[in-house]
């Protein structure tokens, strides 16, 4: 059965006070690795799929990296707006669903 | 307007009633998906469909049922509600088959009394 794990569940920056989320897997295949951001009463917003061990995908403040035990979401120099919830989800092979960890809830105090 | 949307945005039903949740996309993707989302699960598959007249079940099908007659349509529908369906509900849609993002609605919460 196909796993993932995030840690921390819940965690709070400074404003500028770089840092990790981590997404640990577990899957027969791996397809591919999502993340998604989620703002309060909206639904996931996808940021980046990465496919393969060593691969690396940037977006602004934010570095998705990939072993093949684990993910991290990388974010530098954080500010309030990148306050939300941050899920990881893997595809495996031969596989159409997502399964999604249970998120970091990230935090950034201007 | 282009996306996918769902309706309606907030629900409140009785036990043992009938209720259906509807989600609408304009892209003519291929997949659609049902997930609900609860604190400490995370989001769990409930229905997936391939196409029109497609669909499969996912982690937590039980108490559900779906229809997908156009590519573009796919409701949900609890068919007697329970207490443990109070939940979020997000529909998503995706374009091919693999790796490929899917893209979500803004939900429906729905609570069950």
């Known amino acids: 059965e196909d796993q993932v794990t995030q840690s921390p569940e819940a965690l709070r920056l400074q404003e500028g006070e770089s840092s990790s989320l981590n997404c640990s897997y577990t899957?027969?295949?791996?397809?591919?690795l999502f993340w998604y951001r989620q703002d309060p009463g909206k639904g996931p917003e996808f940021l980046f799929t990465?496919?393969?061990a060593g691969e690396e995908k940037e977006k602004e403040r934010l570095k998705a990296t990939l072993t093949k035990k684990e993910s991290f979401l990388h974010i530098t120099a954080p500010k309030p707006e990148d306050s939300a919830t941050y899920l990881c989800?893997?595809?495996?092979?031969?596989?159409?669903?997502?399964?999604f960890g249970t998120g970091t809830r990230l935090t950034i105090i201007p | 307007d282009a996306g996918i949307t769902q309706s309606p945005r907030y629900k409140i039903t009785e036990t043992g009633r009938q209720v259906t949740l509807m989600c609408h996309q304009t892209?003519?993707?291929?997949?659609m998906f049902w997930y609900r989302q609860d604190l400490g699960h995370g989001l769990r598959l409930i229905y997936y469909s391939a196409a029109a007249d497609i669909t499969d079940k996912g982690e937590v099908p039980d108490g559900y049922v779906v229809s997908r007659s156009k590519t573009e349509n796919f409701p949900l529908t609890l068919e007697s509600a329970t207490r443990s369906q109070t939940s979020v509900y997000f529909c998503?849609?995706?374009?091919?088959?693999?790796?490929?993002?899917?893209?979500f609605g803004q939900g429906t919460r729905l609570t069950v009394v």
């Open positions: 899957v027969s295949g791996l397809r591919g």
């Open positions: 990465l496919y393969s």
């Open positions: 892209w003519s993707h291929s997949y």
């Open positions: 989800a893997v595809q495996a092979d031969l596989n159409e669903k997502l399964t």
């Open positions: 998503a849609s995706s374009e091919f088959r693999g790796a490929t993002e899917a893209f």
